[in-house]
C-alpha cells in the first residue's frame, strides 16, 4: 500500500500576499436624477439595469450604499470616473471609497 500526501489547496505559508480591498459607496443626493445613477452604475460598474436600480434605491431611501469592493488602483478609478460623469452634467452625484477591515 503506497502513501497519499495530501497537499493544503491555498497557501498559508505566513507572508502570503492578499491586496487591500477597498469598498465604493455611493451617496444619495436631493438632485441628480434617478435614472443618471442608474446608467453611470450600470455603465461603470458593469452591472445590470435592475442590479444598478436597486443600488440607487437603497441610497436614495437609506443615505448611501455600497456599490462594490475594488482593488484600491481599481476603486479610485471608478470612482474618479463616475463623479465627473455627474459634473460634466452639472449633478453633485458622489461617490467615495473606504478600506475594507
Ligand atoms: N435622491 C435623488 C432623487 O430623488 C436620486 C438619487 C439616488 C441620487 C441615489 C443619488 O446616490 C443617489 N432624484
Redesign the pocket.
Known sequence: MHDVTILPKTSTRPGTQRPKLYKVI?????????V??VKVLSGIFRMTESEAYGV??T??QRG??VVAVYTREVAETKVRNANDAGRAEGYP??FTTERED
Do not use: G
Request: hydrophobic residues 60%; charged residues 15%.
Open positions: 455611493l451617496l444619495n443626493d436631493d438632485f441628480t436624477p434617478r443618471f445613477v440607487m434605491l441610497a436614495h448611501a450604499c452625484l458622489a
